[in-house]
């Protein structure tokens, strides 16, 4: 970490600079590959860069920081992923 | 050298342009107006090489300051009155920040009532900002401040927005001669900013981001440590203008005849260039007086207050209020004073609602206080 003469709020972007977020999730999202059309959506629209968009455009969701928002569940086109209550999922 | 014959805001804008920022942003309110058309008028003539951004308001005025002080660049702005006050919540996050903004305020009543004229009132609202304060009364001390004060802003231990406050009219469209440097003389005394940190794409960082409570106290802790370094760090950029440039006009004060006064004339601004001649007729009577005009108000000038009270009384004129307790220096000096002397303070308000106070208003208020007629808080002029 650089020294800084003075002390202010700057933080360096960093995975997890917040700590792990994931633990705020009331809901969480549940995605079914069998109805993923790869459109990317969920990836373009998820404001924490919790969807991992894979070599072919197939997406898996990162738990550890997912914040549980719901965006995703309700930009996809096909209904492919649903928000369950955390702990209640199957 | 020359000698340029213009007023305040005119001199201020003179002085902005000079330092070269790379960026201003500023929302014209009378009586700020002319100091942003004089940058425009630079910027027309290609003097201002920098950006002129153009805004919906003052809290745009101060946010677009504050994401281009962010980049690691110099830059000016200006206010007045209400402009000030809507620009109140980016204050914070300019001082919070650290971010070096020079502004000139020009002291303007707070409405209603609508009036355009001389009141602190605005300024002193924004004391709490983590801003430093300096109070000038003359013109050319509007062009040296304004130099001085980006040295100080930039000065990597301090990294703090400065805030130069004038009186409307009295000083913003008052012509009077002021001796301007040359070019290289300003280069060679305030260099290019180097920042402690900067927004850069090449290598990203945020600013304003979020700090849990074990580790803000630290942010205000170290805006603490600034002020107080500023606090001799003003004056040795005093100092050093003076040997290189020759004018002074007093560090966080300038002190005009204490050495030998019984009482010490405190006031800012535009009130205490009318004080000296108050004081010199007032001399020729007999009675010892001195004036301490306070040029900073924040980092607040504790210890010269205190070593002025072993032989002096003072008084106290304010052209602020701070309803519910009283003028706003009136009460800091009480502050510096607690535990350190039994000095007597004398208070009077006056001039509010940019009503003049001149030199013969000035020695009526010393006279009362000399007779033992005031005891503590008057309100100069509504008695008659």
Redesign the interface.
Known sequence: MKKYPIITSISYPKKGAMGKTGTWRVFKPILDQNKCVKCLQCWIYCPEATIIRKEDNSVEIDYEYCKGCGVCANVCPTKAITMVREGEEK | MKVMIDTGNYIAAKAAIMAKPNVVAAYPITPQTTLVEGIAKYKETGEFKGEYICVESEHSAMSACIGASATGVRVFTGTSSHGLLLMHEMLHWAA???LPIVMCNINRVVGPGWNIWADENDSIAQRDTGWIQFYVSSNQEIFDTVIQAFKIAEH??I?LPIMINYNAFILSHTSMPVYIPEQEEIDEFIPKRKP??KLDVDN????????LPDAYI??R??MQR?QDYARNYIKKVAEEWREKFGRYHGDLIDRYRCDDAEYIILTMGAIGAESRIAVDNLREDGLKIGLARVRVFRPFPKEDIVELSKKADFIVIDRNISVGMGGALSAEVKSALYGNSDTKVYSYIAGLGGKDVTFKDIEKMIRKVVDGKVKTLEWYSLEE
């Open positions: 919070l920040s650290r990597e231990k990294s402690t940190w990203p960082i945020t600013f304003g981001n979020i700090i630290e942010v802790r170290d600034a």
